[in-house]
């Protein structure tokens, strides 16, 4: 029950976003670029300003790639038995392999874990989000009749604002610059505003998702993958991770988080099968009700 109760608060605020979306509408768009723009990198930078530079930082690096590329693997090796075109094979990626460790993950470890755990979820979520903006866009652009390749995606890595309020942070910490306290303060209210926000963004996204033209076969299996296999592979990964039990924790539990909702955003740019992501995205979002408190309990007997 106790888990419950974490998930709890995060479906409400999900809910805000889902019936306003409902009742009034909203562009989403432009709310999205607001937050990943202006409100995110200073959640990044506040993060890795104040957090002590330690090999945990690499150690999650490798861990995010390592069970990204263990999934991308995986899904080549069903569409090979299965016969599944590049393009089938691309949007199972992009459904299967990249986790939702922003609009969900991060606030969902803030109330499970505290801020104790929360400089971890937001370090996971800057590789997290590089390694969306380049794989992610790279097997989207593989995947659409016009092609893109890394040309695009690395066009796509330089747009992403997060990362250079990460790289910002480093080196405000590492140069030893100080920021005066009342300027601190703007930017964590600026970084501590986007968590509500994104996850309000979230439910706006998840209710302009229709699920048309069920695919079930194909559908279960990426359901399977990102919500049951994943957490099994970062398991396995996190035993031989020279770490505390806290980060193992972390890293199992946002593993089994649903589809990023940035893939269907990809998805669609690259008409890389949209609707089978989206669909991915509003299923493995609402099937992580149950899921995820079995993953927060076994990962606390396994850790706690």
């Known amino acids: 029950m106790e888990f419950i109760t974490v998930l709890i608060p995060i479906f409400f605020i999900f809910g805000i976003g889902f019936v306003g979306q409902k009742l009034i509408g909203f562009d989403t768009k432009p709310l999205s670029v607001m937050?990943?723009?202006?409100?995110?990198?200073?959640?990044?930078?506040?993060?890795?300003?104040?957090?002590?530079?330690?090999?945990?930082?690499?150690?999650?690096?490798?861990?995010?790639?390592?069970?990204?590329?263990?999934?991308?693997?995986?899904?080549?090796?069903?569409?090979?038995?299965?016969?599944?075109?590049?393009?089938?094979?691309?949007?199972?990626?992009?459904?299967?392999?990249?986790?939702?460790?922003?609009?969900?993950g991060t606030p969902l470890i803030f109330f499970a874990f505290g801020e104790a755990g929360l400089h971890y979820a937001v370090i996971i979520m800057v590789i997290q989000q590089l390694l969306m903006c380049t794989v992610g866009v790279y097997y989207a652009a593989k995947g659409s009749p016009e092609g893109g390749g890394m040309k695009k995606a690395f066009k796509e890595v330089v747009k992403v604002p997060i990362v250079y309020g990460a790289i910002l942070g480093i080196i405000f910490q590492f140069l030893h610059i100080p920021v005066s306290g009342s300027f601190m303060e703007a930017i964590e209210m600026v970084g501590n505003a986007s968590i509500p926000t994104i996850m309000i963004i979230l439910g706006m996204q998840l209710?302009?998702?229709?699920?048309?033209?069920?695919?079930?076969?194909?559908?279960?299996?990426?359901?399977?993958?990102?919500?049951?296999?994943?957490?099994?592979?970062?398991?396995?990964?996190?035993?031989?991770?020279?770490?505390?039990?806290?980060?193992?924790?972390?890293?199992?539990?946002?593993?089994?988080?649903?589809?990023?909702?940035?893939?269907?955003?990809?998805?669609?740019?690259?008409?890389?099968?949209?609707?089978?992501?989206?669909?991915?995205?509003l299923f493995s979002t609402v099937l992580s009700l149950v899921t995820l408190p079995v993953v927060l309990y076994v990962s606390g007997v396994l850790y706690g």
């Open 35 to 104: 937050a990943i723009y202006l409100m995110l990198p200073f959640l990044a930078f506040q993060t890795f300003y104040a957090a002590e530079l330690t090999m945990d930082y690499a150690i999650m690096t490798l861990y995010t790639v390592g069970l990204a590329f263990c999934i991308i693997v995986f899904i080549y090796f069903i569409a090979f038995i299965r016969g599944y075109s590049l393009k089938r094979t691309c949007s199972m990626i992009l459904a299967s392999a990249f986790m939702n460790n922003g609009n969900y």
């Open 207 to 281: 209710a302009n998702i229709s699920a048309k033209k069920i695919e079930i076969a194909p559908l279960s299996l990426s359901l399977s993958l990102r919500l049951l296999l994943s957490p099994v592979i970062a398991y396995v990964i996190t035993l031989f991770l020279p770490i505390d039990d806290l980060l193992k924790q972390i890293m199992i539990v946002l593993s089994a988080m649903p589809t990023a909702a940035n893939t269907t955003m990809y998805a669609l740019q690259y008409d890389t099968e949209p609707q089978f992501v989206s669909t991915a995205t």
